[in-house]
């Protein structure tokens, strides 16, 4: 078989990492790699550093990674479309709807494979979550409630904390859940000097009726990844800075104290911390690109689907300068891949 062709726009902090992955996976070949910044990583081995997406596209390349900038998204995607590229753009979509629909239709009419990197779809903690809530084990799922806090990285100055860590959470409980937002309440905060929010908290309901909750913010001093969805049979504990799925039962045993026993609900039961494969997330998200190119079943994250999670984060954001819950229509609802 022979190499699909990768260039990678983009040698920063997420870029090193794509041409690492890109380097080792199957079936395709790095051949190119742009940053008009140059290479403060040195990720680009052997390598000559281009200086833009034109350069890049001359190269004669069959896929391309985009780790720029967000407000540089679509113009880099829109010219891998108009050369026949398909293209993996990391998330989100883009900075604005407007330019997301651009680039959705952009692929849509030329046939190509146009994926978002929501990247956390591929968490092994969340796809052993997703099997098992789909095998059932959790009964009907009542609450999704995801915290993604940390310290601000500097890196990041052309978005806010909604579209750049909100993002993944909007998307993977979607994704999780099986079913869209219908509704979303939200409230921001500036503590840090910068033009945009670094905290966010957001409440809302998807369309099956399921309760949602994500606290995002970059004011944290500790580092936080959960996820913690809570249904009929108890609740799942997913923590994707390490990998890790725990189940809390609720539990079978009678409540002997008196004062408590007229509480008409659950109770502790057993805690089951399973053990799984845990392969590299970005690995994994490299190769359902690459199935996806060849025609193959892939999970990949869509361009549409890229778009709908950023629609929800707008909406959020909308909600907080508004001070209204924002309802999001049923018929702008995308399919999600399986």
Do not use: C
């Not at 051949?31 to 040195?42: E, K, N």
């Not at 500097?154 to 979607?174: C, E, M, P, Q, Y």
């Not at 549409?304 to 907080?320: C, I, K, P, W």
């Amino acid at each position: 078989m022979v190499a699909l062709r990768a260039g990678l726009l983009g040698l920063g902090m997420m870029g090193r990492h794509h041409a690492r992955v890109l380097r080792e996976l199957d079936g395709v070949e790095l051949v190119a790699v742009a940053d008009p910044v140059g290479d403060p990583h040195g990720a680009a081995g052997d390598l000559p550093v281009l200086p833009d997406i034109d350069a890049l596209i001359a190269e004669g390349i069959d896929i391309a990674v985009v780790a720029v900038p967000t407000r540089f998204h679509e113009d880099a995607a829109l010219k891998l479309a108009e050369a026949g590229v398909h293209a993996l753009v990391e998330k989100p979509i883009a900075h604005t709807l407007e330019a997301g629909r651009r680039m959705v239709d952009a692929f849509a009419e030329k046939g190509l494979v146009g994926a978002v990197g929501h990247i956390e779809r591929f968490n092994p903690a969340l796809q052993e979550l997703r099997r098992r809530l789909a095998a059932g084990e959790l009964g009907a799922v009542y609450q999704i409630q995801t915290r993604r806090q940390g310290p601000f990285p500097s890196r990041i100055s052309d978005v806010g904390v909604a579209k750049d860590l909100a993002s993944h959470d909007v998307d993977l409980t979607a994704w999780v859940a099986q079913s869209d937002y219908s509704a979303v309440f939200a409230q921001t905060t500036f503590k840090s000097g910068r033009e945009h929010e670094d905290m966010i908290a957001i409440t809302g309901r998807l369309e099956s009726g399921v309760i949602v909750n994500h606290l995002v913010n970059w004011l944290s001093p500790m580092k936080e990844r959960v996820t913690v969805v809570t249904g009929e049979k108890g609740a799942f504990v997913a923590d994707t800075s390490t990998g890790d799925l725990t189940f809390y039962a609720n539990g079978t045993i009678p409540v002997e104290w008196e004062s408590m026993s007229v509480f008409r609900g659950v109770s502790e039961g057993d805690v089951t911390r399973y053990a799984f494969p845990k392969r590299e997330p970005l690995r994994v998200e490299h190769e359902a690109f690459r199935d996806a190119v060849l025609g193959q079943p892939s999970d990949v994250v869509t361009m549409a689907q890229g778009l709908r999670t950023l629609a929800v984060v707008e909406a959020a954001l909308d909600s907080a300068g508004r001070g209204a819950a924002m309802p999001l229509g049923s018929g702008a609802a995308l399919r999600r891949s399986t």
